[in-house]
């Protein structure tokens, strides 16, 4: 069977974008039970839409409802499965039993994916999850190659699913309080704070009293984790029995999922890992790992905290291309005379273009493109589309 790409979709706006780049799949959250409080997510008409925008495409949309729930979001919550089940979602991602237990009771057609937060790190646990309703579950990030295929050995009916791409988090999948413990806002709920990327000064006592341990004068990013990149190892997850390879990254920016997503959907359709290897560089990142997905790894850690900005700047998103001319929404200023290089899903990726005959939203001639989110017109000969996107290669240091 061909592996899922799944992608996530913050908002309907990034939910277009990613399935535009390749996606087969998005994973969204409503505005209550999903873990991502801090995205933007989605008003009910707006999963409605969504829904109805990838089923015309073939598409499937799933729903995250994956907090731990408490007795007070039994109610909501039962009515909100009725309502993804009105809407045709095509299935709902719970970390709780409970919510398992609802979902199938209240709403028997909806098909129940089981969350990494519920930490699935063993066959039985897989067993227990499918006897339970579940036709799906998406793997702890800590398991590797190994351990995957002998879940999929003891439990071949069951849909397996593994993030390939994104921000780790440095306790095991859906087990961190440090959240709650730091600031009040339990990551358990939707509200972590990422507490796990700051500074940390480690002090010793002896008997002179307290020492700071520290490796500079910030202190030290000790529970700072590196980002996961599987895509060179697509054939071997595949083989390990995974049928959907997720992608990490309600939060991050319509750039940087129209950059990964179209990188691993050119990779599934056969094009080489390593010819992607640089396109996975062009957007911001933390330092790559594979994990623990080739077995034990002692360097996932990234001690100083750093983000590697990508070697590529957001200029703009294509809207449409018209007689010679295509016109384009603003995200970063460009100049007439500057030379861009296309982000897009179709023949005209990694193509470059000058800026010639630039021209403002009025139709007058300007020599630079300089109003945030303006609308600019400029001659064009390339095969571009909607929704294609165009970036500055930034000078190397």
Known sequence: MRP???????SLAKLKCALNFGADAVYAGGKAFSLRAFADNFTEEELAEGIAYAHERGKKVYVAANIFVRNADLAPLAESFRSLERM???AVLVSDLGALALCRRVAPALAVHISTQANVTNAEAARAYRALGASRVVLARELSFAEIAAIHAACPDLELE???HGAMCISYSGRCYLSDYLDDRPAN???CVQACRRAYRIQSKGQSGWCDLEEDGRGTYV???RDLNLSAHLDELAAAGVCS????????????LATVVN??????????AAALADELETCDHRAYTTAFALGENHDTLLPDGSQAAGTCTFIAVVLFRKDGYVCVEMRNRFRVGEVLEVLSPGAAFGSCIAVEDLRDAAGAPCADAKLVQGRYT????????AGDILRRRRMRQ
Request: glycine share 10%.
């Open 378 to 385: 400029f001659a064009c000969s390339l095969p571009l589309a």
């Open 4 to 10: 899922e790409l799944l992608a996530p979709a913050g």
């Open 263 to 272: 990188a691993y959907r050119r990779i599934l359709d056969g094009a080489p």
């Open 88 to 90: 045709g979602a095509d």
């Open 223 to 225: 529970m700072n984790s």
């Open 162 to 164: 593994a993030f390939v």
């Open 189 to 191: 709920r939707g509200a």
């Open 245 to 256: 390879f997720k992608i990490e990254g309600r939060m991050k920016s319509e750039y940087y």
